[in-house]
Antibody
Framework: QVQLVESGGGVVQPGGSLRLSCEAS????????MHWARQAPGKGLEWVAF????????YYADSVRGRFTFSRDNSRNTVYLEMNSLRTEDTAVYYC??????????WGQGTLVTVSS | QSALTQPPSASGSPGQSVTISCTGS?????????VSWYQQHPGKAPKLMIY???KRPSGVPDRFSGSKSGNTASLTVSGLQAEDEADYYC??????????FGGGTKLTVL
């Protein structure tokens, strides 16, 4: 069965950096596009980024472009989200998702990022 | 990249039907048949309920159905059950490898 396990969340000060990881299993990872989405406390879902199968191309929401970098290591079945210049409004649960039908069919359980001084 | 517009809340009694709308634009819903719907219970990950406007993944009850007209997509839940109480989000492809979610609708089973 498909499993996606996020890690790397925590508390960081505004302007700081954090790297999230998502380890995948139960499907052919190298054949799958992948996504990140997030959900601020008590708020709705927001799509964050998408990456191609080989990792050559990544696309971002306007709110994170230029600050976040999406990458992957197909030898480790893992995707990463490098987050720099973090703002208080980046506080959220971050979910990674497996692409299907132009969005996602599976999401992980999420990892909480809190940006606070 | 504006969020799709959903009503904040919807409700119905057990056994009834309820429809949740999702309004976008000619740049997203109106231009692509790539609309998905997700169910999210508190503290849980989103679950895919509908994809490609009106297709159901294996295991999703046929009480859930989707449709689209112009720039608006809809999710209908028939024969409401207590376990259907959750937040529902629409999502659409918006071109240039961008995706967008709706603001979410809290469905209450009375």
């Amino acid at each position: 069965q498909v499993q996606l396990v996020e890690s790397g969340g925590g508390v960081v000060q505004p302007g700081g950096s954090l790297r999230l990881s998502c380890e995948a299993s139960g499907f052919t990872f190298s054949d799958s596009f992948m996504h990140w989405a997030r959900q601020a406390p008590g708020k709705g879902l927001e799509w964050v980024a998408f990456i191609s199968k080989e990792g050559r191309d990544a696309y971002y929401a306007d709110s994170v472009r230029g600050r976040f970098t999406f990458s992957r290591d197909n030898s480790r079945n893992t995707v990463y989200l490098e987050m720099n210049s973090l703002r208080t409004e980046d506080t959220a649960v971050y979910y990674c998702g497996k692409d299907f039908a132009w969005f996602c069919d599976y999401w992980g359980q999420g990892t909480l990022v809190t940006v606070s001084s | 990249q504006s969020a799709l517009t959903q009503p904040p809340s919807a409700s119905g009694s057990p056994g009834q039907s309820v429809t949740i709308s999702c309004t976008g634009s000619s740049s997203d819903i109106g231009n692509y048949n790539y609309v998905s719907w997700y169910q999210q219970h508190p503290g849980k990950a989103p679950k895919l309920m509908i994809y490609d406007v009106n297709k159901r993944p294996s295991g999703v009850p046929d009480r859930f159905s989707g449709s689209k007209s112009g720039n608006t997509a809809s999710l209908t839940v028939s024969g409401l059950q207590a376990e259907d109480e959750a937040d529902y989000y629409c999502a659409s492809y918006a071109g240039n490898n961008i995706r967008i979610f709706g603001g979410g609708t809290k469905l209450t089973v009375l």
